[in-house]
């Protein structure tokens, strides 16, 4: 009686250590196998889809109100002026501050606000940033976020791209670009203003791109003109940003496809 009872409970042990066995296999094998477990790879995210459809266009122009100081020359060392000579670029260069002509003022950022994250418009190419006589073309710049930007050397010297963005998520990259090198690409992931593109080697050297998660975007040219596109008819709300000369909004309606605002910014207190 005791020797029965002493084998069924040894093959009781038994099969519940196999039973054991084979749940720890299985879970093991869960883990290891693709799509199961921890090692399931992240769903994709879903495309965004267009909300914010139309035909409309907003125009208008910046004007500066006062007088700007003196922009100052730049320590430009003997490589960069020749780089400017065979770029046709007029010396001696000067600082950006305030870019002005007929009274309109350059460089200012125009932004749709509330308006919800669109996707890259189709046929959208990258941004391309040009160094260039030992500057950034253009200085101040806008493109979307997922964009790519595009920098290329178009000096006969080194330069290193050092990017400095403060919002959290953009990373901060520091590489260096010879002369007649491959372009070399950013993608931002978060919307920043004015995130600040540099050369540690020529520390005159600057390029300011908005990242923005729509299209509704411009940037003033030379006589401080601007244009948005594919508005659709409807009330909206402009901002106006420049780096010295501080910001202001305007409201709009879109009327028939068009619609028109001038604003003036001015020169900022000493």
Request: charge should be negative; aromatic fraction near 6%.
């Given at each position: 009686?005791?020797?029965?009872?002493?084998?069924g409970s040894l093959r009781g042990r038994a099969s519940g250590a196999a039973t054991a066995f084979?749940?720890?296999?299985?879970?093991?094998?869960?883990?290891?196998?693709?799509?199961?477990?921890?090692?399931?790879?992240?769903?994709?995210?879903?495309?965004?889809?267009?909300?914010?459809?139309?035909?409309?266009?907003?125009?208008?122009?910046?004007?500066?109100?006062?007088?700007?100081?003196?922009?100052?020359?730049?320590?430009?060392?003997?490589?960069?002026?020749?780089?400017?000579?065979?770029?046709?670029?007029?010396?001696?260069?000067?600082?950006?501050?305030?870019?002005?002509?007929?009274?309109?003022?350059?460089?200012?950022?125009?932004?749709?606000?509330?308006?919800?994250?669109?996707?890259?418009?189709?046929?959208?190419?990258?941004?391309?940033?040009?160094?260039?006589?030992?500057?950034?073309?253009?200085?101040?710049?806008?493109?979307?976020?997922?964009?790519?930007?595009?920098?290329?050397?178009?000096?006969?010297?080194?330069?290193?791209?050092?990017?400095?963005?403060?919002?959290?998520?953009?990373?901060?990259?520091?590489?260096?670009?010879?002369?007649?090198?491959?372009?070399?690409?950013?993608?931002?992931?978060?919307?920043?203003?004015?995130?600040?593109?540099?050369?540690?080697?020529?520390?005159?050297?600057?390029?300011?791109?908005?990242?923005?998660?729509?299209?509704?975007?411009?940037?003033?040219?030379?006589?401080?003109?601007?244009?948005?596109?594919g508005l659709p008819d409807g009330k909206y709300k402009l901002k106006f940003e420049h780096r010295?000369?501080?910001?202001?909004?305007?409201?709009?309606?879109?009327?028939?496809?068009?619609?028109?605002?001038?604003?003036?910014?001015?020169?900022?207190?000493?």
């Amino acid at each position: 009686m005791t020797q029965r009872t002493e084998r069924g409970s040894l093959r009781g042990r038994a099969s519940g250590a196999a039973t054991a066995f084979s749940l720890f296999s299985a879970a093991a094998a869960a883990l290891l196998l693709p799509g199961c477990g921890g090692s399931k790879p992240a769903a994709p995210a879903a495309p965004i889809e267009a909300t914010v459809k139309g035909d409309g266009v907003v125009t208008g122009k910046v004007t500066l109100e006062g007088t700007p100081p003196e922009e100052q020359p730049l320590p430009l060392d003997q490589a960069c002026n020749d780089s400017c000579q065979a770029h046709d670029k007029e010396t001696p260069r000067l600082t950006r501050n305030y870019v002005v002509k007929d009274g309109g003022l350059a460089e200012v950022l125009v932004t749709v606000v509330d308006i919800p994250a669109q996707p890259i418009p189709a046929g959208t190419g990258p941004l391309t940033i040009t160094q260039r006589g030992c500057e950034y073309e253009p200085y101040v710049a806008a493109c979307q976020v997922g964009q790519t930007i595009h920098v290329v050397n178009d000096d006969p010297l080194t330069h290193n791209i050092h990017t400095m963005p403060k919002v959290s998520g953009n990373k901060e990259v520091n590489q260096s670009q010879a002369a007649k090198a491959a372009p070399l690409d950013f993608v931002y992931d978060k919307p920043e203003q004015f995130l600040r593109f540099k050369c540690d080697v020529h520390p005159w050297m600057f390029s300011y791109v908005s990242v923005l998660n729509h299209p509704f975007f411009a940037v003033t040219g030379e006589d401080g003109s601007f244009e948005i596109k594919g508005l659709p008819d409807g009330k909206y709300k402009l901002k106006f940003e420049h780096r010295k000369a501080g910001e202001t909004t305007r409201e709009v309606e879109v009327k028939d496809g068009k619609a028109t605002a001038d604003v003036v910014l001015k020169v900022a207190s000493a």
